[in-house]
Structure formats: C-alpha cells, structure tokens
C-alpha cells in the first residue's frame, strides 16, 4: 500500500513533443505529490508538486495533472526539449514528511 | 527553491575505514532530513529519517551501527559509515524539509555523495 507505480520505466520524444509520464498510488493518506528531474550525478531536483485539492497545476511547460478517484497523477513536459532529458521521479508523502518514491522515468528528447 | 549542501560529492575510501558525509539546509532550518541510498538506474531507497536533537529512525534492513546518523543542529545531518565495504559503494542522498505552514512540507534535495570503497 506503500508503493508508488510509475511508467513508462523509460521514454523516448521528439523535440518539441509532449513528455508524459505517469504515476499511480493505493495510500489515500497520501496528501502531496512532487515531481523530481533527476541529471546523473546529481541528486533530485524538485521541479513542480500538487496537494488534493486541486485537480491540476502548471507551471511553465510543466503540469501535473491529478485525479484523485483514480488515484492517479500525471507529469506533462509541454514543448520537449534535449535539455529535459533526465530521470524523473514521482513520489507520494503525507504528514509524516516520509517521501514514497516511483521507480523513476527515463526521459530522452531527440534534437 | 531552498538550497542544501551534501559534502563531499565524491569520496574514495579504503575497506574497514569509516566516511562522513554532511548535509547542510543553508537557507531554512530542518527539523526533519532524510539519507537515501541510490543504485544505479534504480530509484532512491530511503535508509532513515534523522530528527534534530534525536535518535533517528532507520528503515527496516538498514544497519543502525553501520550507518550512523547524527542531527546536531536544525541545519547540519551527518551519515558516518563505518567499516566501509565495497558493497557499500553506492551514490548517497540527504534531502532535508521545509515546513511551509499551513501549505505543508517540502523537502529538497542535497547533490548527492559518490562513494566508493576499494
């Protein structure tokens, strides 16, 4: 119940295409979740999060959208770029601070 | 976002020595911070969480007296392994959090520690 399922393992885009990646839970208790771009070497970088409350944040050509239902939330890279190429990781955590993290996503963006 | 600092970023060891790696939040100050291990390609296990002022809590298979974790100050985590074996090599992680108020926690991560151990 602890886990956070993430896919695709790893992903492959075009310039200026859309990245998706998405992320799955089973612990309602769950109330944030951040997504990390991860470049080898380095540690995590915190790059958007979302809190139930709401059903979808942007920020920049970042969005994550989240459907708590299903519990589910998604990981959108509008206009793709080389640069974006890194290992993103999406996690879960409640107000213990303890992050549960997927199995991270390979992201490969052709020039 | 917030900054935290790990050091050093890359350490080479002998087997049998011990090696301390610091983290440091440099503009908050974090009552919480976390050490993870990570394997290549794989994502971040999470060894334990360290509280200022105690003991920290370590997950289940993390050996306490080979990962030594102390939390001195409200900015400063240290992880000390001890008797330092080649399997021990491995790419180490502290994030320390950021209590937001009523828009909850964030945590952030530190660059990572490169062990090796020959």
Known sequence: ?111 | GAVVSQHPSRVICKSGTSVKIECRSLDFQATTMFWYRQFPKQSLMLMATSNEGSKATYEQGVEKDKFLINHASLTLSTLTVTSAHPEDSSFYICSASRNRGAQGTEAFFGQGTRLTVV
């Not at chain 1, 896919?7 to 310039?15: C, G, H």
């Not at chain 1, 990646?21 to 070497?41: L, S």
């Not at chain 1, 958007?48 to 299903?70: H, Y």
């Not at chain 1, 303890?98 to 490969?108: D, E, M, N, Q, V």
């Open chain 1, 1 to 111: 119940q602890q886990q956070v399922k993430q896919s695709p393992q790893s992903l492959i885009v075009q310039k200026g295409g859309i990245s998706i990646i998405n992320c799955a839970y089973e612990n309602t208790a769950f109330d944030y979740f951040p997504w990390y771009q991860q470049f080898p070497g380095k540690g995590p970088a915190l790059l958007i999060a979302i809190r139930p409350d709401v059903s979808e944040k942007k920020e920049g050509r970042f969005t994550i959208s989240f459907n708590k239902s299903a519990k589910q939330f998604s990981l959108h890279i509008m206009d793709s770029q080389p640069g974006d190429s890194a290992t993103y990781f999406c996690a879960a955590a409640s107000g213990t601070y303890k992050y549960i993290f997927g199995t991270g996503t390979r992201l490969k963006v052709l020039a």
